[in-house]
Each structure stands twice: as C-alpha cells, then as structure tokens.
C-alpha cells in the first residue's frame, strides 16, 4: 500500500497527525499566532489540518504549507477550499528541508514531522531559517516519559526524557514560551484512531486490493503501541522564541 494513501487512511478521525486533543490544538495555535496579520508556515503539513485551524476565525491571517504528498496536499485542498479559506493558504508540493520562502513568517509550525529534516534539533534550525524577528516555532516530537525497551528505540528512534530534550532546545538559543506534554488520553486517542480509522476501512472495502494489508498494518501497529512502547512514550508540543530575539 502507499505510505502517503496509508497515512491518509489512518487519519481520517484524526485529521491532527500527532497525539494532541482538539483543546490542545486550541491551545498552542493561540499561543503560538501572536499577530492579527500573521504569515504562518507549516513545514511538513501533511493535510493541511494545522493550517485549517490556525485560518479559522483569524480572517487577517495567511499561510503556506509544505509536504511532499500529493495525496495529503489535495486533501489540504479540497479541506481549505470547503472551508473557506482556500485564497489565503499557498500549498507547495516540495521537499521541506530546502524550502525557498519568498519572505520571513511570524509563526512556523512543524509537530510531528523531525524525521523529515533528521530529528528535533535539525528542524530548529530550519524553522530559524524562515522566522521574522519576534516570531515563534511551535514544534512537536516525541520523547520517552520512563525508560524505553531496545525495541521501543529501534521502532521510534533515540528520544531523551523531558528536561533533557528541554535543555537541549535551550542550547541551542531557544526559550519556551510554552509548552505542552500529551497526557495518556490524547496518546491513547491518537492510537486508537489510528488503528481503528485503518482497520475500519479495511473491513468496510474488502474488495479493495489494499484491504487484506491495511488490516494487517494495523494489527502491527497496535501491537506495538500496546507492547512495545505506550508504558515509555511520550509527546512533547513548545512553542519557542528565539533567545536573540
């Protein structure tokens, strides 16, 4: 099956591709969109549902996003488009890590996407690349809340725990202005949808050529969550301004 049509599928209850409540979302878009007139950047969008919200009730508001899906990207789309907001959204089918930005943004989001640019701290620099002065970084990664299996690292990567991952954005001339840990609801959520959306629609198109494998793909997945690492996962949400200013 495609990677980008599985993604796509498997959230489709969850159109925010990483464990956080609608509240939360609320949340860090307010803290994160400081300016009645801002330029927003999403780095990685995938379907557009950052910048949906973030447009939503913010008429003076623009955005660009960025993903290399077309899958994700028309659906981004065809969202904004039914959303009203289509004239203010500039979508770019392209790689993220060298993306030519006409002009600095106020905001740039990029949760759930530091493996595109090589982890959480390359991704920093990239969204410092493209910040006006004053601006703010509301980023997302993960991070091990105990201490994980080698399974868990080999299928996730090598996450530190809380303060040493916040200690490292600092070094690197950031400060949080706020931030946000996924609570054991939004992670069980996500999970949940994920799976469930997957598996869903595999049962509900069995004659779908990709049908046999989704359901498999989900089966996997929810044993690893439920195995190998929701006792030592963890998800973290800043939203960052440059020390220098």
């Known amino acids: 099956m495609d990677r980008d049509l599985l993604s796509y599928r498997a959230h489709a209850d969850h159109p925010i591709a990483a464990p956080l409540s609608d509240d939360s979302v609320r949340r860090l878009i307010d803290r994160t969109v400081h300016r009645a007139d801002a330029r927003v950047l999403d780095l990685g969008c995938g379907s557009g549902a950052w910048l949906l919200r973030t447009l939503s009730g913010r008429p003076g508001v623009r955005a660009e996003g960025v993903d290399l899906s077309a ?42 996407a530091t493996h595109a640019f090589g982890g959480l701290l390359p991704t920093l620099a990239a969204a410092r690349e493209h910040l006006a002065p004053g601006g703010r970084v509301l980023i997302g990664d993960g991070l091990w809340e105990r201490g994980p299996s080698p399974e868990a690292v080999a299928l996730l990567g090598d996450f ?15 400060t949080p202005v706020y931030g946000h840990v996924s609570t054991r609801e939004e992670l069980d959520a996500y999970e949940w949808c994920w799976t469930g959306s997957l598996a869903s629609w595999a049962l509900d198109h069995p004659d779908d050529p990709d049908a046999a494998e989704a359901l498999a793909r989900s089966a996997v997945h929810r044993g690893q969550w439920l195995r190998v690492y929701r006792d030592s996962f963890g998800f973290l949400s800043l939203v960052l301004r440059r020390t220098d200013g």
């Open 71 to 112: 899958t994700a990207l028309r659906a981004a789309d065809e969202r904004a488009t039914a959303a009203g907001v289509r004239d203010r959204l500039d979508l770019h089918r392209r790689d993220a890590t060298d993306f030519p930005a006409a002009h600095a943004f106020d905001a740039v989001l990029s949760v759930g």
């Open 160 to 174: 530190t725990d809380l303060a040493t991952t916040v200690d490292r954005v600092v070094a690197e001339g950031w």
